[in-house]
């Protein structure tokens, strides 16, 4: 992919500056479409409700369940997916962590249950958003408290 770019890049900045060269050879193809053939779209079925992402997105977080090969244990292969047989409802802030590195939770969950599967899904609850780690705390201290 870098290499893509870098053979490109000064045929984009000559057209910029308005010289555009006696092509006798093509351009080479924009970098950008190879995203395709270099990444790969992923089927996450999360309880019946399926999630789509790419793989480069999972593997950005190579420490996590998803991001590593531990993730092989849960593929299909007749259905050509992952399934995993936890909560949509929380899993949807799971995956918007891998797009944005930023988890936000849920503040109509328990706790308990968020903690769960973050524990699965082998994500630190360290990595929870600044927006939304206060909170994580506070409701934490006030669950352990109760289960004291
Ligand atoms: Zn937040």
């Given at each position: 992919?870098?290499t893509?770019?870098?053979?490109?890049?000064?045929?984009?900045?000559?057209?910029?500056?308005?010289?555009?060269?006696?092509a006798?050879?093509n351009?080479?193809p924009?970098?950008?479409?190879?995203?395709?053939?270099?990444?790969?779209?992923?089927?996450?079925?999360?309880?019946?409700?399926?999630f789509?992402?790419?793989?480069?997105t999972?593997?950005?977080?190579?420490?996590?369940?998803?991001?590593?090969q531990?993730?092989?244990?849960?593929?299909?292969?007749?259905?050509?997916e992952?399934?995993?047989?936890?909560?949509?409802?929380?899993?949807?802030?799971?995956?918007s962590?891998?797009r944005?590195?930023?988890?936000?939770?849920?503040?109509?969950?328990?706790?308990?249950?968020i903690?769960?599967?973050?524990?699965f899904?082998?994500?630190?609850?360290?990595?929870?958003?600044d927006?939304?780690?206060?909170?994580?705390r506070?409701r934490?201290?006030e669950?352990?408290?109760?289960?004291?």
């Amino acid at each position: 992919m870098a290499t893509a770019v870098a053979a490109w890049l000064p045929f984009a900045r000559a057209a910029a500056i308005g010289w555009v060269p006696v092509a006798t050879n093509n351009l080479p193809p924009m970098p950008f479409s190879r995203r395709k053939t270099n990444d790969k779209l992923i089927t996450l079925n999360i309880s019946g409700r399926r999630f789509q992402t790419w793989k480069n997105t999972l593997e950005k977080f190579p420490d996590t369940m998803l991001g590593s090969q531990e993730k092989e244990f849960f593929y299909d292969d007749e259905m050509k997916e992952y399934f995993f047989d936890r909560d949509p409802e929380i899993f949807r802030h799971i995956l918007s962590f891998y797009r944005t590195g930023k988890m936000h939770f849920p503040r109509t969950e328990c706790i308990s249950s968020i903690d769960d599967e973050l524990a699965f899904f082998g994500i630190m609850p360290e990595m929870i958003a600044d927006c939304c780690y206060e909170d994580y705390r506070d409701r934490k201290r006030e669950n352990d408290e109760r289960l004291v």
